[in-house]
């Protein structure tokens, strides 16, 4: 299988690189876009960091990052999807399952629901209405997965009750950039599972990719 070793946001970051993103997080305090502990984080993760692809979500949401984030530099593939066959407000599964999929429109704001049961909201084919989009997820002994592609950012923000609510280990490198949509995830998950996942285009093989 190739790993395209010649996407530039693959590459290794320099000292030089952490130091401006670093610069650009400290700026963001200073003008209290972000707090003291958010800062504490955001450094650790940005000193931590290996790639470009691993610095793009550090500063995705600071107007900084379009001037001067090292990954505008280097161009990142246009996000290509079919027209939308059909749109949807939420997905509600009770003892059940309901899975969205394929060219659908998701609109601004989505709302998903599991009681008992399974969501599955795919949005690799899908077009956004708009370049930030919030999805909040509610599960209650069930679950709600959603599914990203390479050139999609994902915030996850929700809360896990005896259960979890979190994004998975990516299953394809990310492939960001200033003109990426934003997919922001929020709510609650009661025993139950909410999660995001990054994954190849539908129909990769899996005996390629391993089981996700």
């Not at 899908?126 to 679950?143: H, L």
């Not at 996942?197 to 005996?207: A, D, E």
Request: net charge negative; with cysteine; proline share 8%.
């Amino acid at each position: 299988m190739s790993m395209q070793p010649h996407d530039p946001a693959l590459l290794r970051v320099s000292d030089e690189d952490r130091h401006k993103v670093a610069e650009i997080l400290r700026e963001a305090a200073g003008d209290g876009r972000i707090d003291l502990d958010e800062l504490d984080e955001r450094l650790e993760a940005t000193y931590a960091a290996k790639t470009y692809a691993d610095l793009v979500p550090i500063t995705v949401d600071l107007p900084a990052h379009h001037q001067q984030h090292p990954v505008a530099k280097s161009p990142v593939p246009k996000r290509e999807v079919l027209p939308a066959t059909t749109s949807h407000n939420s997905s509600i599964a009770v003892m059940g399952e309901c899975k969205r999929q394929g060219a659908w429109l998701v609109p601004a704001s989505h709302t998903a629901f599991s009681l008992m049961g399974s969501v599955t909201l795919d949005l690799r084919a899908a077009t956004f209405a708009e370049r930030d989009i919030t999805i909040t997820a509610n599960a209650i002994m069930g679950e709600v997965s959603v599914i990203v592609d390479a050139g999609t950012h994902v915030v996850v923000t929700g809360v896990p009750v005896m259960g979890e609510f979190h994004q998975a280990k990516d299953k394809t490198p990310a492939l960001l950039g200033p003109d990426s949509p934003i997919v922001r995830v929020k709510g609650f998950a009661l025993m139950a599972s909410v999660n995001v996942r990054r994954l190849p285009p539908p129909g990769t093989p899996k005996k390629i990719l391993g089981t996700y």
